[in-house]
């Protein structure tokens, strides 16, 4: 339901609703409207997207223990973009479960005895095979042998990962290195805190671009989609740390 209320182009139709609304009554509003399709419009530009994933992607300052990440990579899936035509078809993973792939699996190479976890189930109930199961296979294609993979196929969502892992049998390390997108590392980092991990940040897919001015401040279709997900984060952030504060009851 959240993400059609964070979409800058809806943000600009409500503002034309009310503008027209209160130019055909007769009432006052048109401020209000002018405001709404502006902030659309504005939101929509490179220069608005642009920091809004520049503040999202800022990383924390490595801690210490941080210089020699923990062995064990926990890698988040990032959704399908279609249906899968077979538990194999890694094909149909988004572009950002792909390029986590690609980077876990860079991580993965850069030092002996490193292993990985998985861990996505179906978001989608049209898709039969579990998000972690088809980022496994992309793993095995770019060379990671399945005797240092492990998958957790049953969570919906990020704090439903963090959750799931912590129940895993064997239990994994209480210090992972984590690798998810840079954009949705802050709230997946929040989540896997939340369920008793330190972890070592491994970024993937960052969304910064350097900007072409004047065009930076035009309205494009691709800044309005980068910064609805930024919104979605935060959005996201905000309702689990309602969620903790559940718990903590």
């Not at 409207?33 to 419009?41: A, D």
């Not at 976890?117 to 972690?132: I, K, L, M, N, Y």
């Amino acid at each position: 339901m959240f993400e059609w209320i964070a979409s800058p182009l809806i943000v600009c139709v409500i503002g034309l609703v009310v503008l027209a609304h209160a130019q055909l009554r007769h009432r006052r509003g048109s401020r209000i409207g002018l405001v709404l399709v502006s902030l659309g419009l504005l939101a929509m530009t490179p220069m608005t997207a642009n920091l809004l994933v520049r503040v999202l992607e800022a990383n924390d300052v490595p801690s210490a223990d941080c210089a020699v990440p923990p062995s064990l990579g926990v890698v988040l899936a990032g959704g399908v973009e279609k249906m899968p035509l077979s538990s194999e078809d890694f094909g149909a993973l988004t572009i950002s479960s792909r390029r986590r792939v690609e980077r876990a699996v860079q991580w993965w190479r850069a030092s002996p005895g490193r292993a990985l976890v998985f861990s996505g189930g179906r978001a989608d109930s049209d898709v039969a095979t579990p998000e972690a199961r088809l980022m496994r296979v992309y793993a095995r294609q770019l060379g990671v042998p399945d005797a240092v993979i492990r998958s957790e196929e049953t969570s919906l969502d990020t704090w439903g990962n963090a959750r799931n892992l912590a129940r895993m049998q064997p239990s994994l390390p209480e210090r992972v290195s984590l690798i998810t997108s840079a954009l949705h590392m802050r709230r997946a980092r929040y989540a896997m805190a939340k369920a008793g991990f330190s972890t070592c940040a491994i970024p993937a897919d960052s969304r910064i671009v350097d900007l072409d001015w004047p065009g930076a401040m035009l309205p494009q279709s691709q800044s309005a989609g980068k910064t609805e997900d930024a919104i979605h984060e935060v959005a996201g952030l905000l309702y689990y740390r309602l969620l903790a504060l559940r718990d903590a009851r």
